[in-house]
């Protein structure tokens, strides 16, 4: 595709100043892969440095953003009324063309409920594995051995990433996947999202994911970690290997937590959590602070 077919799926005003063809629509700062000729979209100069870093074959940006990046940039370049909007009606474009189906594969030793509903394409279930009734896998899935998922368990939902304002908000087509390790469980109504852009969301080798959890597009969560129930891990979330989150923790997005950490019960974790840390609290910090604030607002009494 060229910056310039753009024309014919975005409903805007465009201008090309410089045409550059490329396979896929690109954010800056998630998984990056040279193999692929990449757009994005810039909406303030100041970020120019960041786009620099990456080898980014086209550019979607105001009249007023040109002007300031034009002697900065000699990649392609689309003015455009919005866009954000021209980019992900791109993104979209391509997504509806680029699906490459594979039949499922279910191993023969694997058990799958027969109330159990797993798309015919692009599903991948490993060996032992049990799938329970009501469980739902959609398309873009891999799940790998000595697997165990519960009943009501919804993988591979479309991530819950929108573009565009009121009535023209419209839904980001998620291509990505989700990859699940060996000896993972998830028990009842565990719902995991697909990664949004050609992503994926990643649960590691043993880890337990408790019941109504949300684990959020393009999370990834690393070998051998608890998470309790009601738990949600919004997208971009990154934990890593043999942490413990506890009861109905809340974790904000893109945010990264250290391994071997603990996030106490009700905890609304904003910020990154280092390797080891205990944290509590809402908004979360360190825990021996939220144990010395309690102390302080309840009198000193013992808790």
């Known amino acids: 595709m060229k910056l310039s077919n753009i024309k014919e799926i975005y409903a805007g005003a465009i201008e090309l100043i410089k045409d550059a063809e490329f396979d896929r629509p690109y954010l800056v700062g998630k998984p990056y892969n040279k193999d692929f000729r990449l757009i994005s979209f ?6 120019m440095n960041a786009f620099l870093e990456y080898d980014i074959d086209g550019l979607i940006c105001t009249k007023a953003v040109y002007e300031e990046i034009k002697d900065q940039y000699n990649g392609g370049l689309l003015i455009a009324e919005n866009p ?18 594979q039949k499922t594969n279910i191993d023969e030793t694997a058990y799958v409920d027969e109330r159990a509903i797993i798309a015919s394409n692009n599903v991948s279930i490993g060996k032992h594995t049990v799938i329970c009734a009501n469980v739902v896998i959609k398309e873009g899935v891999k799940i790998g051995d000595h697997c165990v998922i519960r009943e009501g368990c919804v993988i ?3 991530a819950f990433y929108y573009y565009g304002e009121g009535k023209e908000r419209k839904l980001v087509e998620s291509t990505g996947s989700v990859i699940i390790g060996s000896n993972v469980e998830l028990h009842a109504n565990v719902v995991v999202e697909k ?15 408790d019941h109504s959890s949300v684990i959020g597009h393009d999370t990834q969560i690393q070998k051998g970690c608890t998470i309790a129930a009601i738990t949600v891990a919004a997208g971009g979330t990154k934990i890593d290997k043999n942490t413990f989150v506890g009861v109905g923790v809340s974790i904000a997005p893109n945010v990264s937590i250290g391994s071997s950490a603990k996030l106490s019960a009700g905890a609304i974790v904003t910020k990154d959590v280092k390797a080891g840390e205990r944290v509590s609290g809402n908004f979360a910090i360190p825990h021996n602070q939220f144990i010395q604030h309690i102390k302080n607002i309840s009198g000193g009494g013992v808790l």
């Open 156 to 158: 591979g939902t479309p």
């Open 195 to 209: 990664g949004v852009m050609f992503g994926n969301t990643y649960i590691g080798d043993n880890t337990k994911v």
């Open 42 to 47: 810039i909406s303030d100069p100041k970020y």
């Open 84 to 101: 954000k909007t021209a980019f992900f009606e791109a993104h979209n474009h391509i997504a509806k063309q680029s699906k490459n189906n």
